[in-house]
C-alpha cells in the first residue's frame, strides 16, 4: 500500500468511452458527433455542468488527414454551447495524443491555474477504405527516411520489433499469438469493444493462411489492431475542487457509470521518430526499449509503488502482438526478454497474477489512435472503481495504462488508485 500523501493528487471524477464498433460515416455522422456524444456522456458521468468546466484539452492524431477537420481544440465548444469561452487546445503525439492531452490537464490543475478539466481523444477513421486509412497513420514515422516503399509499414515496424527480441533472446511466435487471443477474447465481454461480436475459431490464432492471413513477416491478422472510430473523455479535478463541491467523496461516490479514481502516478518519455536508431541506442542495454522502460518506473517511483507485485491490472498498448510482448517485460513482470513465461503460465488472464488488457486492449477494443490514451484512463478507472462489469478484474485496487506514440517515440504511463485508497 502507498505510503505518499494524495492531497495534491488529480482525481479522475469520471468518464466515457463510445462504442468502438461504430462506423461514424455510415451512421450519418463526423467528427463533431464524436466529439458532442462522449463531451456530453462524460460531463454527465461525472455529475457536473459544462458551465463548471474550467479548461478543455483534445487529443487527436490525423483529424486534417482523415477528414479534413483541423482547429479540433475548438471543437467541443462547437457542439456543446455551455463550453462556448472556455479555454481549450488541442494535442497531437500519434496514437499517444490523449495522453499528452491529460498530462497537460494535470498540469493545469497541479499549477493551480484550473481545477476542474476536461479531456477528449478522438479519431474518426472509417471514412476511406481500409488501405488508405491504414497510410494515414504513416504521417506518425519519419516521413520519407523510414516509410518509403513499405507496404502495411506499423505492422512493418513491429514485426522489426519482434526480430529484435527474437535476435536478442529467442521469440516463438506462438506466444504472439497467444496475445491476440487473450486479448480478442476479453474484448467479448466488453460492450464497447470493437470485436466484441466476431466469430473465431481456433485456427484464427495459429498459421492457417486463410483462417489468419499473413500481413507482414511473422506478423498475422489477429497481431494488428483495427481502423476504429471512436471517442474517449474524462473529467479531471483537483483535492481542493472535491472538497469545494464533494464533501466526503471518498466515502460516499456513488459505483454508478465509470466511477472514480485517484492519479498518483505517471511517466512521459519521448525518444526520435524513427526505429532502427532507437534499436541501436538500446543494443547494449538490459531492454529493447529503455526509455519505455524509464517511463514506467518514473510512474512507479510517483507512486510509491516498487513495481508490478503492487498493481492489479494493466491496460497496455498492443497496437500489434510484438508491443505487449514489450510491455510484459518492460513493466517488470518477467526479467527482460522472458515476456513468454507469463504469457505460458496465464498470468495475463483476468484471473491471473496480474490482468493485462483486461478490456480487450487494442487489438479487440479497437484503437481510434486519438482517444486510445483516454480511454485506457476510462478503463483502469472503471476497474479500481468496481465498474468494469463483465471485465471486471476482482478486487481491484491500482492499475497502470502505458500508452505509445509511433515505434515509441512517445511513451506515456499513468498509476491511478482505487478513490478510497489511502
Request: charged share 20%.
Amino acid at each position: 500500500m502507498s505510503t505518499r500523501s494524495t492531497s495534491g493528487s488529480v482525481v479522475v471524477l469520471g468518464g466515457h468511452q463510445t462504442d468502438f464498433a461504430v462506423n461514424t460515416a455510415k451512421q450519418g455522422g463526423d467528427i463533431s458527433d464524436l466529439v458532442r456524444q462522449v463531451t456530453e456522456a462524460a460531463l454527465n458521468d461525472a455529475g457536473i455542468d459544462a458551465g463548471q468546466v474550467q479548461s478543455i484539452h483534445v487529443g487527436n492524431a490525423f483529424g486534417q488527414l482523415y477528414t479534413g477537420q483541423g482547429h479540433l481544440g475548438a471543437m467541443p465548444a462547437t457542439v456543446v454551447d455551455g463550453l462556448w469561452g472556455k479555454p481549450a487546445m488541442r494535442h497531437e503525439a500519434a496514437c499517444a495524443s490523449s495522453s499528452m492531452a491529460v498530462l497537460s490537464a494535470m498540469a493545469e490543475i497541479e499549477a493551480g491555474r484550473y481545477h476542474c478539466v476536461l479531456v477528449v481523444g478522438v479519431e474518426q477513421e472509417k471514412c476511406m477504405p481500409s488501405a488508405q486509412a491504414a497510410e494515414v497513420q504513416n504521417a506518425a514515422a519519419w516521413v520519407g527516411h523510414e516509410t518509403d516503399g513499405v507496404q502495411f509499414f506499423w505492422p512493418y515496424v513491429f514485426d522489426k520489433v519482434a526480430d529484435e527480441y527474437d535476435r536478442r533472446f529467442g521469440l516463438d511466435d506462438t506466444h504472439l499469438r497467444a496475445i491476440g487471443e487473450l486479448n480478442l477474447r476479453n474484448a467479448k465481454d466488453n460492450p464497447n469493444a470493437q470485436t466484441r461480436d466476431w466469430q473465431l475459431s481456433s485456427d484464427s490464432f495459429g498459421d492457417d493462411d486463410r483462417a489468419n492471413p499473413v500481413v507482414v513477416g511473422r506478423l498475422r491478422r489477429n497481431d494488428v489492431t483495427q481502423i476504429t472510430d471512436g471517442a474517449a473523455g474524462v473529467v479531471l479535478v483537483s483535492e481542493r475542487w472535491l472538497a469545494e463541491h464533494r464533501p466526503g467523496f471518498g466515502q460516499t461516490a456513488s459505483v454508478a457509470g465509470t466511477g472514480a479514481s485517484r492519479i498518483v502516478g505517471w511517466g512521459h518519455a519521448t525518444a526520435g521518430l524513427a526505429l532502427e536508431p532507437k534499436l541501436a541506442r538500446s543494443a547494449n542495454d538490459t531492454y529493447v526499449m529503455p526509455h519505455v522502460r524509464a517511463a514506467i518506473t518514473d510512474a512507479y517511483r510517483r507512486a510509491a509503488i516498487e513495481g508490478p507485485d503492487q498493481l492489479d491490472a494493466i491496460e497496455t498498448h498492443d497496437c500489434m502482438t510484438p508491443s505487449e510482448y514489450m510491455a510484459i517485460d518492460h513493466f517488470g513482470i518477467t526479467a527482460p526478454g522472458e515476456s513468454w513465461k507469463a504469457i505460458e503460465e496465464g498470468e495475463l488472464e483476468r484471473t491471473g497474477r496480474l490482468p493485462v488488457n483486461p478490456s480487450g486492449g487494442l487489438i479487440g477494443g479497437g484503437h481510434p489512435v486519438g482517444a486510445t490514451g483516454a480511454r485506457m484512463l476510462v478503463d483502469v478507472t472503471k476497474q479500481v472503481a468496481g465498474t468494469a462489469g463483465d471485465y471486471q478484474v476482482e478486487g481491484a485496487r491500482r492499475a497502470a495504462t502505458l500508452n505509445i506514440g509511433g515505434s515509441t517515440a512517445t511513451t506515456a504511463c499513468f498509476i491511478v488508485e482505487s478513490i478510497d485508497t489511502n
